[in-house]
């Protein structure tokens, strides 16, 4: 059914639609509306039965869902940024242990300095923790994954992360193709677990494993990944038999065909990149874009069969490995079959920065003209870091760093534009 | 088979054998159908008390559940000396998840098996003190607001022992451990620091809090079976004297539980919604002394020229929790 709603609204509603049992709540924005949406279903009864537990702290609310899990329900829970980072031992934890848990992650930037706004920083810290990561590109993808995703899970006996930008996507009202209860009952079996404390039938689960077999475990956990990168895109096939479209798989391509130059991005920036191939192609670029919906596990044969022709490699992301550059991009490095060299990674969009037509263009150009550099900080004010660089070299105390920035920006208003 | 018949008489102890017990009243431990839920075998230090209030504490827990019961453990020695493949010491369903996080998970369970209408099976969560009073004390708090279907044992042996006796904040005043050497002017662990978890579970007002120690046994099954009868969050704090942390010999783990009890240190009682409900009056009170002395965690205390004026401010810890629990009665007190 078409509805106009909040992506967080439609997540929530989709999720109540796999039929969780365990659901545990802590707000942290921009994830609140989701854990809220399905609180109120489940008061309602709407939802039910399910257990929905208001816990003290993402910690707490992954370790709940790993109980939960082991003990045979469907768990499920949302964070974001700080929230995700608090959670992460157990977030290793849960994978380490082959719970098929589903978390939204409603990304948004790391701290400090404290900032609410989206970027990719939260989920790409945890991209060695062993969990599936999907990425979504619009309302609707975002919906779709969290169906697969349970699936996904249960299947493989992994825990998936679903990563929507915040606020670009969790706050945006945009129009959605809900599914019925029917059609995603038919698409998701009742949760099979593999393990399951049962006093009928006990285990030990979590016992400690020295060096005998911990490499075992740990590349079995690589292993089950790997085989997701099959499995990934049949059930998207399985999926648009049931729901009638196309979501999900490893990745998105558009306008590839003939492409020189590509650009690779994760999330909601794919739809301003696209609306700028366009313009550029008008104009005779031939410029295409791969998006990637699946980074962990990495599809590398994926990704290098849609850059097989591409002369050059944008890789647009919203996060930074500080020290060296790109995550993203050394990521499509490895898997890129012409030059590293001619990967160049542009960091965009930290903290909510705008990611603009404008200055895509102007990046793309730059690439296409064979000008861009190995990395390149999107719409980055370099005055304004030289003169903080500047007291800092002239005055010991030259004070906190964030509020030197603040203090030579002059107002504290979004740079847009 | 029926019991046997009694056959002698203990006199001079204040502990009374099994068999001169009617069936009723024997031990859990005494029945041919225990459940040996944590098995021989395991790789705990001799004469160590966590192992023996584990298995005293989850064997009443299952009787008292008919053997429904799934228990989450915190990462430390329990978790260590019990597991691994193939060599695991459960007999139930066990699960380790991290260090902090064992109510947590444990709350998960019960969530699970509620949502599944599975409520006969009850939930245990245990860990260490540090797991406990420390690292895991949010996740225990949460649990315990929420008054989530959970009974957690604590095994408090009053340091991190299985990372090589570190202090944590259910370490005695003026004890030594690792990061609390009596070297230079320091004289052991520090006063006026450090938790009371069972006063603090209390201040939750949950239904059930209680503690014991391995030195009453049928105590201890007795509290487990107790804290079985209700619903929502119930906390048992067992002190578990360990020989390799507190230096005394292995075969005076009971005994030292017993002076910790019988000098007042480590008062013994119950609690129902934040009222203390009963006591375990102290026997026969004797002066702390007698409890630090044996323990070379305390050793220093005793060196030449010594240091009566740290154990008097110990005694007064005992006093205090004497006059406020009422563990002697008003005689003895009086005396």
Redesign the interface.
Known sequence: MLKQVEGSAAVAEAVALCRPQVICAYPISPQTHIVEGLGRLVSAGTLKPCEFINVESEFAAMSVAIGASAAGARAYTATASQGLLFMAEAVFNAAGLGLPIVMTVANRAIGAPINIWNDHTDALSQRDCGWIQLFAEDNQEALDLHIQAFRLAEELSLPVMVCMDGFILTHAYERVDMPTQEQVDAYLPPYEPRQVLDPADPVSIGAMVGPEAFMEVRYLAHAKQRQALDLIPAWAGEFKRVFGRESGGLTHTYKLDDAETVVVALGSVLGTIKDTVDEMRAEGTRIGVLGITCFRPWPTAAVRAALAKAKRVVVLEKSLAVGLGGIVSNNVSAAYPGSPDDVHAVIAGLGGRAITRGSLRKVFGQAVDGKLDPVTFLDLDYSIVDRVLKREREQRRSGPIAEAILREIGVVAAKIG | MSHQPIRFYQTGTFTVGNRLLPTEERSVQAKLRRTNSLNSGHRACQGCGEALGARYAIDAAMDATN????A??ATGCL??FS???PE?S?????????F??AA??????????????RSE?RVVAQGGDGGTTDIGF??L??MF??NDDVLYLCYDNEAYMNTGVQRSSATPPAARTNTTMPVGDSLGNRFGQGKNLPAIAMAHEIPYVATATVAELHDLEAKVRHAMEFRGARYIHILVPCPLGWGHGSAETIRMARLAKETGLFPVFEAQHGEVTGVSKIRRQLPVEEYLRPQTRFAHLFKPPGHPEVIARLQQLADRNIRRFGLLDATEAGS
């Open positions: 053997r429904q019961l799934v989450a453990n978790e260590v597991t691994p493949y695991t459960w007999q139930i369903p066990w699960i380790h998840s991290l902090g996080n947590a998970v444990a709350t998960g369970i019960a969530a699970a098996m509620r949502v599944k209408g099976v949010g996740c708090s949460g607001e929420r």
